[in-house]
């Protein structure tokens, strides 16, 4: 049985309580790399699964917020092949939001779930314990997904702790970032290349489409595919 994923303007009305601070709104980079990976998943199929499939696969979230990009997530992978989706952020009301959102838009809690998650690799120890606790065993990710959550300097060390410890080597994090407080596009780039000794591909920014997100944060927008590098 297979099901029809949610239309574009679907995940731009996913039901949220919208608040003004970090993880209590709905960020553009969220909706703006939603409409990415949905287009991505729609061409996959379309090729006959050549390109972007995640049904099935295991997926974290980071500094989730209201749970837009996870839920969209969870919205287009089928029954047929159940996903792992965790959706993480550091507030605790945050992820009392989350649940009802939940509630909300009939969200698939077996395979989506939410828990507080602070980043940097002293945080890490808790998380994975609860995670074997629901799922047997501690896994790693294969997919890592974020969206605009670099909004000021001091995160860059912390985020990229938790994707060193969570993705898995062949694994891919998705990263939509828009610039704030000084956190531009070079110093994202040259901390990963640089710091975190990762491999980075941008997205060409015709693909940055998204109903309701800003003209002026839609320009300043980047997806990037960011994978480990391979040791020779």
């Known amino acids: 049985m297979s099901v029809v994923p949610p239309p574009l ?35 996959a199929k379309r090729n006959g699964g ?54 909300h838009n009939a969200i698939d809690t077996p395979t989506t779930r939410a828990r507080k998650l602070l980043w940097g690799k002293e945080n890490a120890v808790t998380f994975e314990e609860w995670y074997a606790t629901q799922f047997g065993k501690v896994e790693l990710f294969e997919y890592i997904v974020a969206g605009d959550v670099l909004y000021k300097e001091t995160l860059l060390p912390i985020f990229f702790e938790s994707v060193d410890r969570f993705l898995r080597p062949d694994g891919v994090l998705y990263l939509c970032h828009i610039p704030r407080a ?25 693909h940055l489409e998204a109903k309701d997100v800003a003209e002026e944060d839609r320009k300043r927008a980047r997806i990037y595919k960011i994978t480990r590098l391979v040791k020779l």
């Open 9 to 43: 303007e679907y995940m731009s009305k996913l039901h949220t309580q919208n608040q003004e601070i970090s993880g209590r709104q709905v960020w553009c980079g969220s909706m703006l790399l939603a409409n990415y990976l949905h287009e991505e998943m729609e061409k």
């Open 182 to 206: 000084g956190v531009d596009q070079e110093r994202v780039q040259a901390y990963v290349k640089d710091v975190a000794g990762l491999h980075l591909e941008e997205i060409p920014s015709s």
């Open 50 to 103: 050549d390109g972007l499939v995640l049904d099935g696969k295991n997926i974290l979230e980071l500094g989730c917020g209201t749970g837009l990009l996870g839920m969209a997530i969870s919205k287009m992978t089928t029954a047929a092949e159940p996903t792992r989706i965790v959706l993480t952020d550091g507030d605790d009301l945050a992820i009392t939001l989350l649940r009802q959102n939940f509630e």
